[in-house]
């Protein structure tokens, strides 16, 4: 006699797989045809590199990195680039497939690009972290440009990584190329408006969310996993521009919670100080796990994948998950979620504000002029809102959870475009 043993099903977490299954579901609801499908479940280009850096002490350091190029049917591929210790090909992949569904959800005239370094960058020097950007650009120089495929910062990327970068990249030409890259700081051509891009456009999503909702987003209480640019900007602009309190922040070495609110510009000044939000007075600890199950109105993931799957997306009693992050949510997870009546802003739309104003600032850099604080806001809202509801009524119409809403948008445009440049 055979004796069964249950087997529990792991969940496939690679990030690439489930962009390529969620494109799948799409194709599917769309009727894709299939040639296409089969063409947009995979990048048009990839290229590997190795990079020899000197360090410090004379030595010298071999880094792998990364650049996706997606699909550039609707334009020239854009997408940041990742310094992570945990870097891998099929990270990049995933990230710069989510680029390029990011760019056709907001309509702008972009493809899907990413790129990647595996380093631990706070294990750097300033100097060993200028030559690694300067030797990554070096390598991958040969593939992008103002009209090819745009970088821009993303996790342990900054604005002088940036500026490192277009610098390497001007060099190489003998001119200057600003408008290579975005996200550089203003005196090198960066837009008014880039920093806080990434939480203004998802908490402009979080607002269109509460009308359709009927939930006032007044004192509503909201919790962020991840408190670097997204986490950060996302508890500073919350209060100002939703009336929302922070109550739970955390990075990756833990978190805080205090029920009657964080002083957002306080807790970002102890982080700046001590290098963690861990150890900040007038709040109790709290890990990264339980901080998601948090009952609050709005969770914020933003730090990286994976993070709400289908062993905790039972456990998450916020009304509204906004994801600043890429990839926090399993397609497992996501079901669950809709299941359980949690409103999900899903990362290509809500965490789209940072490359729409990065296109905002090669346009500013293309035609030389550059616009006010207040022009960058009004036209990202203009993008964002009319995002939401392309989304917010696709899926409602179809009867779907609104990531598959999103990919539905996003995939037709970028179907159509293959099409009619006759591709397949
Ligand atoms: P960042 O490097 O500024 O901040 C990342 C934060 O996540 C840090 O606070 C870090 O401590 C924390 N973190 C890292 N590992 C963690 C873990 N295991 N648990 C909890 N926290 C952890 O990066 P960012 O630019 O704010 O990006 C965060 C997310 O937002 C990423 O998924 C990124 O792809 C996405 N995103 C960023 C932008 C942008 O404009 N910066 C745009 C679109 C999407």
Avoid at 172 to 200: C, H, M, W, Y
Avoid at 273 to 286: E, L, R, S
Avoid at 302 to 309: P, Y
Avoid at 369 to 381: A, I
Wanted: hydrophobic fraction near 40%.
């Amino acid at each position: 006699m055979v004796t069964l043993v249950p087997v529990h099903r792991q969940e496939d977490l690679n990030p690439f797989d489930i962009a390529q299954s969620q494109l799948d579901e799409a194709a599917a609801i769309l009727q894709l045809e299939p040639a296409v499908h089969a063409y947009l479940r995979e990048p048009v280009r990839e290229l590997h590199v190795t990079l020899s850096i000197r360090m410090d002490d004379g030595s010298s350091r071999i880094f792998k990195g990364f650049r996706v190029q997606y699909n550039d049917s609707r334009g020239p591929t854009k997408g940041g680039i990742r310094f992570h210790p945990e870097e891998t090909i099929d990270t990049v992949k995933a990230l710069a497939a989510w680029m390029t569904w990011k760019c056709a959800v907001v309509d702008i005239p972009l493809g899907g690009g990413k790129g990647g370094v595996i380093c631990n960058p706070k294990e750097l020097s300033t100097n060993e972290l200028e030559r690694l950007s300067r030797a990554y650009i070096r390598q991958v120089g040969r593939i992008i440009g103002p009209e090819m495929d745009i970088p821009a910062p993303d996790v342990y990327t900054t604005p002088q990584i940036m500026a490192w970068m277009a610098d390497e990249y001007s060099i190489i030409k003998g001119q200057n190329q600003f408008g290579v890259i975005t996200g550089k700081p203003l005196p090198l051509g960066g837009s008014k408006g880039r920093e806080d891009a990434t939480a203004r456009g998802g908490l402009y999503c979080v607002r269109e969310a509460a009308k359709v909702l009927d939930f006032d987003t007044q004192g509503a209480t909201m919790a962020i996993q991840g408190f670097g640019n997204a986490g950060q900007f996302a508890a500073l602009l919350g209060p100002e521009l939703l009336g929302t309190v922070t109550v739970a922040v955390s990075d990756s070495q833990g978190g805080i919670y205090n029920p009657d609110g964080l002083n957002a510009a306080d807790v970002i000044a102890y982080k700046k100080q001590h290098g963690t939000v861990v150890g900040y007075p007038n709040a109790q600890p709290i890990s990264n796990a339980d901080l998601l199950e948090l009952k609050v109105d709005i969770l914020v993931p933003s730090a990286l994948e994976n993070v709400i799957t289908s062993e905790n997306a039972h456990c998450i009693k916020a009304k509204i998950v906004a994801e600043l992050a890429n990839g926090p949510t399993t397609p497992e997870a996501d079901k669950i979620l809709y299941e359980n009546g949690v409103y999900v802003i899903p990362d290509f739309l809500c965490n789209a504000g940072g490359v729409t104003v990065s296109y905002f600032e090669m346009v500013q850099n293309a035609y030389g002029r550059y616009w006010s604080e207040k022009t960058v806001h009004e036209r990202l809202n203009e993008k964002i809102t009319n995002a939401f509801h392309a989304v917010h009524d696709r899926a409602r119409n179809l009867q779907v959870h609104n990531r598959l809403g999103a990919y539905c948008v996003a995939v037709s445009r970028v179907a159509e475009a293959v099409q009619l440049r006759g591709w397949v």
